[in-house]
């Protein structure tokens, strides 16, 4: 089983609808973070969380929200999605205690799409 | 503000042949630097990562990295390429205090001929 999952896979949803992607990890680790990558762009970092009482803005927050449910669940919601929301988005986790700079795991992504 | 630069946004090799992917990086001082690839249909898999010491760093799949501090570059390089390694790659730093911010190139695509 895939240590980070994210559910879902694939969206198309429409201008203006509400959307959560979700993100589940059973790697134990503090840290998750929420990317989106787009073509030519790499990945740009949108939210990312130490604990489940430490969030924090990336790069790109505006027009994104968080929720981390707890130590395994961090959801990433598009309020009002534009069609500029059109993405591949990220989780990634990792661990604080396995050195000064540590290891990013990534799930398989969600393609995310805004008509 | 820190950067990473990957001047190829496509590359063509043939199976077999040598490989070497470009990224140089713009920062204060010597960040941590990360090469991840990412197959088709998959999230970003960590390939080989410097911190200090030794400035050829061996990963996985064969793969290895060499730090040049005088041109602020950490190139990756295969000798001989296997049709598996199309992908695309980035290249990442994080800055030299830690804390697990990295900043992505735009990644370079890898296509292999048979």
């Known amino acids: 089983d895939a240590d980070v999952t994210q559910t879902p896979r694939n969206r198309i949803t429409k201008t203006g609808k509400r959307i959560m992607l979700e993100c589940s990890q059973t790697k134990g680790h503090d840290r998750m973070y929420w990317y989106r990558q787009d073509p030519g762009l790499g990945l740009r970092l949108i939210y990312y969380s130490f604990d489940v009482k430490d969030i924090n803005k990336g790069e790109i927050s505006d027009g994104y929200s968080v929720s981390r449910q707890a130590q395994a669940k961090f959801s990433l919601s598009l309020e009002s999605a534009i069609p500029n929301q059109t993405a591949l988005y990220f989780c990634?986790?990792?661990?604080?205690?396995?050195?000064?700079?540590?290891?990013?795991?990534f799930g398989p992504g969600t393609r995310l799409t805004v008509l | 503000a820190q950067s990473v630069t990957q001047p190829d946004i496509h590359i063509t090799v043939s199976e077999g042949a040598s490989l070497e992917l470009r990224c140089n990086y713009s920062y204060g001082a010597t960040p941590y630097l990360f090469w991840y690839v990412q197959s088709p249909g998959q999230g970003l898999q960590l390939l080989l990562k410097?911190?200090?010491?030794?400035?050829l760093v061996q990963g996985i799949k064969g793969f290895e990295a060499e730090f040049k501090r005088s041109q602020s570059s950490f190139n990756l390089r295969k000798p001989s390429v296997h049709w598996s390694d199309a992908a695309e790659y980035f290249c990442a730093v994080g800055p030299p205090q830690g804390g697990d911010k990295l900043t992505f190139g735009t990644g370079t695509r890898l296509a292999v001929r048979p």
């Open positions: 410097y911190f200090s010491g030794d400035t």
């Open positions: 990634a986790t990792s661990d604080p205690t396995s050195g000064p700079y540590n290891e990013q795991f």
